[in-house]
């Protein structure tokens, strides 16, 4: 991986700059872990705050990934799960799914092709009263690897000097990564066509109590069709959520939820690095979207997708990141509800 403090030309340091604007814009919204919370240090309040655009948040609104759409299904478990996790929701059988579709940005109204970043919130119920939720994004890397640094970033992005950008690189040469990914990567024109990754490790229990360190993606069933930037931009504004709509409709869209089990070397607490290819995966099963619902109204907008609400079988890691999810994601979700009529549900709606 390049290192961002060697001597590169003018134009790589501009992109970073870029790179940085969409990550400020486009990440998930993430807190410093709440055991480190103490006086001096980062808490999940001022963090949700750095968040925020110049001209304030969008209240009644999630504090990032504002922009999204929910979503009703199953969770079609195939029971090969079950060889890494006792999770209710691997046994073999079809669990009820709420979740939302949404792009990483503080703005609602935010135009498709301005947002590099692509979310997934996912609640899958099970029979013996188990809930396990999950935040997913489209990267395959997060850009930086602690909490403090995305802090940082977040911070550094928000300068106009090109020096300021240019010293958070220096510091943090992992970003690089995430750059590349964020200026090469193809885009697609669907929701249906995007794989989301978990990024962070969880460690997974299995039947007779051996422990594994796992990561999971959500694979698209329908076919992946690459398009530009520029491309998505003439689709219009709101292609994204009227293309799931119209899919679904028409069939339900489907995604291979696909563990992937850590090797004892490979690192579980920074979701910077990815971890090799030849490690083992498994298909649990498959997600199956079969009805979109507009926000508004719909069954996902009260919905705070923690990453900590985990079934038995499942806990997190030593990654700091879940934890330090949880507590910006809990601060986010105070905010929006007492402002709730800054968003208001639309005329006739019988929801509370």
């Not at 999940?44 to 609104?61: F, S």
């Not at 964020?182 to 039947?207: H, I």
């Not at 594994?212 to 993606?217: D, L």
Request: hydrophobic share 40%.
């Amino acid at each position: 991986m390049p290192d961002p403090s060697q001597s590169q030309p003018h134009s790589a340091l501009g992109s970073l700059f870029i790179i940085a604007a969409v990550v400020a814009i486009g990440a998930g919204a993430f807190a410093y872990t709440a055991g480190w919370l103490s006086p001096g240090r980062l808490t999940p309040a001022k963090l949700v705050g750095a968040l925020a655009p110049p001209d304030g948040p969008a209240l009644g609104h999630r504090r990032n990934h504002a922009k999204g759409i929910c979503f009703t299904g199953i969770f079609e478990a195939n029971g090969n799960g079950t060889a890494l996790s006792r999770a209710t929701a691997f046994v073999a059988g079809q669990y009820p799914v709420v979740g939302r579709f949404n792009l990483g940005t503080p703005d609602p109204n935010a135009t498709d092709a301005t947002v590099r970043v692509r979310g997934i919130g996912v609640q899958i119920s099970t029979p013996d009263g188990e809930t396990w939720r999950m935040a997913m994004i489209d990267p395959p890397i997060f850009p930086v690897a602690t909490p403090q640094a995305f802090y940082e970033l977040l911070e550094a992005s928000k300068s106009k000097d090109p020096e300021v950008m240019k010293t958070f690189a220096a510091a943090h040469p992992e970003f690089a990564a995430f750059g590349k990914w964020a200026m090469t990567a193809p885009w697609t024109a669907s929701y249906a066509e995007v794989a989301f990754n978990s990024l962070n490790a969880f460690v997974f229990t299995d039947g007779a109590g051996a422990e594994h360190a796992v990561r999971w993606s959500l694979m698209p069933q329908a076919q992946v069709t690459p398009i530009s930037g520029s491309d998505l931009e003439k689709l219009g504004p709101n292609h994204l959520e009227d293309d799931i709509m119209e899919r679904v409709s028409k069939a339900p869209q489907r995604w291979t939820m696909v563990l992937t089990e850590a090797a004892a070397s490979d690192p579980t607490s920074d979701p910077t690095k990815a971890w090799p290819s030849e490690r083992r995966t498994v298909q649990a099963g498959t997600l199956v979207v079969q009805k979109i619902e507009a926000e508004a109204d719909g069954p996902c907008r009260d919905i705070n997708f923690d990453p900590t609400i985990l079934p038995d079988g499942i806990k997190v890691s030593d990654d700091p990141f879940p934890a330090a999810r949880s507590a910006a994601y809990a601060k986010s979700y105070d905010l929006r509800t007492s402002e709730a009529s800054y968003y208001p549900r639309t005329a006739g709606s019988t929801k509370p």
